[in-house]
């Protein structure tokens, strides 16, 4: 077997190598990354009118949709459970400040996808993504000897769900923290909501991601063609 190359593959796959020849994965600190949530809005319900091996295969075909484009990001899926998908950027690779733009952009293609995703057994249906998205300190490692996960802890972790949680069905719901980090950068739209009970953490002014400024023809864009969405995102689930 020949030697694994760090240079060539970077951290995040040493982990696994080093998992592979069974040696300690040390907990690291990670200063600043963001974190991205998502459900699926009206969940509970759909499994309830759906077989088992229904919501499998449509699982399966979103996760297969979330993960294609997730590659073309430098960001890492953390762990899917059941509806709910985590991905984060900034870590085991560090990457300055980019990781709030890769998730950013990441959260608006996954946002687009879900528009003409078709759930095989209900095709005159929609899922209704809820994203949320922080940024924040966090500490990575593994934890457990069977089955072991590549884990995130700290209140950054907490507080990214909360964004989530508390989010409206097709919407980004961004921190302040995260905005601030997206404003740095330039090129996004973010529009205020407004003041936000978070458990946890009392009232946060939080804002929704809306656009990708437009910097080129393949951009994402806020249009009329978005009226639809912002109708659905106030339909009870």
């Given at each position: 077997m020949s030697m694994y190359d760090v240079s060539k593959y970077g951290h995040r796959r040493s982990v696994a190598v080093q998992l592979m020849y069974g040696e300690m994965v040390q907990a690291e600190k990670f200063e600043c990354v963001t974190i991205y949530y998502s459900d699926i809005c009206g969940f509970t319900g759909l499994c309830a009118e759906s077989t088992p091996m229904q919501v499998v295969d449509m699982l399966n075909d979103l996760y297969t949709t979330f993960d294609s484009i997730a590659d073309t990001f430098d960001?890492?899926?953390v762990e899917?459970?059941?509806?709910a998908y985590m991905v984060v950027s900034g870590l085991p690779l560090r990457n300055g400040d980019a990781h709030a733009g890769a998730i950013a952009s990441m959260s608006l293609h996954l946002l687009n996808a879900i528009k003409g995703f078709t759930i095989k057994h209900r095709p005159n249906e929609r899922l209704k993504l809820r994203i949320g998205i922080?940024?924040?300190p966090v500490v990575a490692g593994v934890v457990g000897l069977k089955m072991p996960r590549y884990c995130l802890f700290g209140d950054t972790v907490n507080t990214a769900s909360r964004?989530?949680?508390t989010g409206i069905?097709?919407?980004i719901h961004c921190s302040p923290?995260?905005?601030e980090?997206?404003?740095r950068d330039g090129g996004y739209l973010l529009e205020p909501r407004g003041p936000v009970s978070v458990k946890g953490k009392g009232e946060m002014f939080t804002y929704f991601l809306v656009a990708k400024c437009p910097d080129n023809n393949n951009s994402l864009?806020?249009?009329k063609e978005d009226e639809e969405e912002k109708k659905l995102r106030f339909r009870p689930d």
């Open positions: 960001v890492y899926k899917t459970i059941g509806d922080h940024t924040g964004m989530e949680s069905a097709f919407t923290q995260c905005r980090l997206l404003d864009l806020h249009t």
